[in-house]
């Protein structure tokens, strides 16, 4: 089983919508959650991370931490067509330095 | 403020063939770390690099190797390149202060072994 386990997709929504990304995970040892963006032959982009358990708000991104049922979530509110990317969750115990990833989830947001 | 840099972009090997990647970590940030992301995978950790010494690896065999300079930039060597190295190989940079969790990434260096 891996530590943390991600819905590849891909996700296809239309503009405007209210798009919804989980990842769930296995190891309690956990305590920062990032969510990063990568395009197309790029990099991932760390869009935001929480610590423990709780939400974060950042513009229209939204990040959801829930410790007790190992459940992570990224919500997108009016998605838009340049929000097309793979999203990627990833967790880190705290003391340690390897961030585990998730697969990706492709996300595709048509006009 | 600078951001990740590596190089090359990409590059083409054959089997057998040892490469050396190289990575400028961001403005203000001594730790790098190397991920390698296989197609339509999640970046797995390689090793991370902290005063020049290697602070913690992955599961990959030693023909993968590093450096950390003291301006703080790295190279990843890997050495005997077999097929299933091909990959994007990511280089991230962070600082103690701000913790390991908050690692920027650069843009990768795209590596096919034939």
């Known amino acids: 089983q891996k530590e943390v386990e991600q819905d590849p997709g891909p996700l296809s929504v239309p503009e405007g919508a209210i798009v919804s990304l989980n990842c769930t995970y296995s190891?309690?040892?956990?305590?920062?959650f990032m969510w990063y963006r990568q395009y197309s032959r790029k990099g991932p982009e760390l869009l935001m991370y929480?610590?423990?358990?709780g939400n974060k708000e950042d513009g229209r991104f939204t990040a959801q931490v829930d410790k007790s049922s190992k459940y992570i979530s990224l919500f997108i509110r009016d998605s838009q067509p340049s929000d097309s990317a793979t999203y990627l969750c990833a967790a880190i115990s705290g003391g340690y330095n390897k961030l585990i990833f998730g697969a990706g989830t492709r996300l595709a947001v048509h006009p | 403020e600078t951001g990740v840099t590596q190089s090359p972009t990409h590059l083409i090997k054959t089997r057998g063939q040892q490469v050396t990647l190289r990575c400028s970590s961001q403005?203000?940030?001594?730790?790098v770390s190397w991920y390698q992301q296989a197609l339509g995978q999640g970046p797995q950790f390689i090793f991370q690099?902290?005063?020049?010494?290697?602070?913690g690896r992955g599961n990959f065999p030693p023909r993968f190797s590093g450096l950390q300079f003291p301006n703080y930039s790295s190279e990843l060597n890997v050495n005997a390149l077999e097929l299933d190295d091909s990959a994007l190989y990511l280089c991230a940079s962070s600082t103690p202060g701000q913790g390991t969790h908050e690692q920027y990434f650069g843009p990768g260096t795209r590596l096919t072994v034939t």
């Open positions: 929480t610590y423990s358990s």
């Open positions: 190891n309690s040892a956990f305590q920062y």
């Open positions: 403005s203000g940030h001594n730790t």
């Open positions: 690099y902290y005063r020049e010494e290697e602070n």
